[in-house]
């Protein structure tokens, strides 16, 4: 009996394993023609017992005949037949398929561990996630410390500065949500040329939106920046503009940078956003201390540090994927066609990034009609905010990465869905408890790393109450809404925020109106970030939601295809 190379096909075959004395194999093969009907029966895997035999004979072999999908046994052996082309594998890829489907088989068990194993596994997945939303806020907390120790007047002109460059960013986060859902379809075709094109016309969208950002803030910053302060603030326009203008150059490097971290995400690489991270932060930080404190640049020399360090951040992430085997300098025009698959999958994320960005943006914009004192309290208390909500950020990644299975996938199970939903929530909240004790005490007890100023100090002191309780339900929240976006009900999602974004606004008119000052404005943003809290769980628990309810039909989507 003639022994051939392994053959790895994308049909299927039936074999019978025989042991034989052959010590230069493991198992002989006898072929069995089967109907068509049998063939999509049996999944087009390698047999199970072929695990058990590998650790022994690492070279496995077999005949060389196999079943066409027509139902034919042919011998694609190289010295009897011409069917030895394309078609034969070898052992090595053999081998590196059966990793990548045994890391697989890993990741899709997560839903079947215990509570505590759950939780732990949830936070080694989403730990080195954090640097991709961490990233800008720390850099504008930094920002933040080190003007803070010069001049209350222009760290009231970050608070507007702030606005323009990283909370209008987030009007562009719907390219990093297309990003991974496109690279992650692909990928699980295993087709890196569809990867690479996904990759091409995403960072040709990037590139337009940085060039175009570019261009606002060159040409209408200021206007921008005057129709946002008022007339009873202009004078923190000069600095805020200069702020502005000095960061607009780094516009086309920080979306593309974000397009990037999103690609290396939906490849599971966790790790380059983090190094990305620390590299980018440490620049960020040196370049403050020596423009700001040592050369007196002010808020100019905050502005230039942070810029440079978002282009190298972007730098990082863009030959992370050149190492992974991509050309991350290619760039190709997309199709009407596959710009409206990416609007598809993003107009809805689009929509609640949007009430969120606009609400936050109320809230600055009520606090500087407040006087200088105000804003540049508020300023300091929303960056250690920001700093410390984007910790619950990857707890919506897990989610999105583990509930589609359960929710509508092949082995869905609808009780493992709301058991893995429950360890999302218990770090959740767990998290929000450290977060806001600690996000608390920080400016609470150490307000002079931020200011010197007693009177800015005051008004700090004034929203600690609000803060905590804010802080302490955002990564809970972020858990549910992350359900709600794995099991597709994004119209919900975007309602609900829109709902939430309107409720917030009237609360933040009331309050002003009241002369509630700036812990009005503050309690108005607990009633936000309750109101979504609660609007996500009863959708969640509804006997009609995605976990409950076994008729999925309004809730699929229709996969995404490139043109």
Avoid at 297 to 321: D, K, P, R
Avoid at 546 to 554: G, H, T, V
Wanted: with cysteine.
């Amino acid at each position: 009996m003639a022994i051939k190379t392994l053959i790895y096909h994308s049909y299927s075959v039936i074999s019978l394993p025989k042991p034989i004395s052959n010590s230069s194999s493991c198992y002989s093969q006898s072929i069995i023609p089967f109907n068509k009907i049998s063939l999509h029966l049996i999944p087009p895997r390698i047999p199970s017992f072929l695990r058990l035999c590998a650790p022994k004979c690492r070279r496995i072999q077999f005949i060389s005949n196999c079943i066409t999908p027509t139902n034919d046994i042919v011998d694609i052996n190289p010295e009897t037949g011409s069917r030895n082309d394309d078609n034969i594998g070898s052992v090595s890829s053999f081998q590196e398929e059966e990793e990548e489907m045994q890391v697989e088989v890993e990741r899709e068990g997560l839903e079947k561990q215990s509570l505590w194993n759950q939780v732990k596994e949830i936070m080694m997945f989403t730990g080195p996630a954090t640097g991709l939303w961490l990233c800008g806020p720390l850099m504008s907390l930094i920002d933040t410390a080190v003007i803070g120790q010069g001049s209350s007047i222009e760290l009231a002109a970050l608070g507007p500065g702030t606005v323009v460059c990283d909370y209008m960013s987030y009007l562009f986060m719907f390219l990093s949500v297309a990003t991974s859902n496109l690279v992650a379809t692909s990928l699980a075709r295993r087709d890196k040329n569809e990867v690479q094109h996904q990759i091409s016309i995403l960072l040709f969208v990037a590139l337009v939106c940085g060039i175009s950002m570019f261009l606002f803030t060159r040409f209408f910053g200021s206007w921008a920046l005057t129709a946002f302060t008022g007339p009873k603030n202009a004078h923190l326009v000069p600095a805020a503009n200069t702020y502005v203008q000095i960061r607009g150059y780094a516009w086309p490097a920080v979306i593309v940078g974000w397009v990037a971290q999103s690609a290396s995400l939906g490849m599971k690489d966790s790790w380059g956003p983090l190094k990305a991270l620390a590299v980018s932060s440490i620049v960020n930080g040196v370049g403050d201390i020596v423009l700001c404190s040592f050369l007196g640049y002010g808020i100019a020399g905050a502005a230039w540090a942070t810029m440079v360090s978002q282009v190298i951040a972007a730098y990082m992430m863009i030959e992370a994927l050149n190492d992974k085997g991509y050309n991350a300098y290619s760039i190709s025009v997309p199709t009407l066609n596959e710009l409206m698959a990416v609007v598809g999958i993003a107009a809805p994320v689009f929509v609640t990034m949007m009430s969120k960005v606009a609400f936050y943006s109320l809230i600055i914009y009520f606090a500087t009609s407040m006087g200088t004192l105000s804003v540049a309290a508020h300023q300091v208390m929303i960056q250690t905010y920001s700093i410390c909500t984007v910790w619950g950020e990857p707890l919506s990644q897990t989610a999105q990465s583990f509930m589609p299975e359960l929710i509508y996938g092949a082995n869905r199970s609808l009780p493992k869905a709301r058991r893995l939903l429950k360890s999302l929530v218990i770090i959740g909240a767990t998290l929000g408890l450290v977060l806001g004790t600690i996000g608390t005490f920080v400016p609470w007890l150490f307000p002079t790393l931020f200011t010197p100023d007693q009177n800015v100090i005051l008004e700090m002191h004034k929203v600690l109450l609000p803060y905590f309780m804010a802080l302490a339900v955002t990564p809970s929240t972020h858990s549910l809404e992350g359900t709600l976006m794995a099991g597709r009900d994004l119209k919900y999602l975007g309602l609900s925020m829109t709902g939430c974004f309107a409720f917030g606004a009237l609360s933040l008119m009331f309050v002003s109106s009241r002369g509630l000052g700036l812990a009005g404005c503050w309690f108005a943003l607990v009633g936000f970030q309750w109101s979504r809290f609660f609007l996500a769980l009863q959708r969640l628990l509804s006997p009609s939601g995605i976990l409950y309810s076994e008729d999925l039909s309004c809730y699929k989507i229709e996969e995404v295809k490139s043109a």
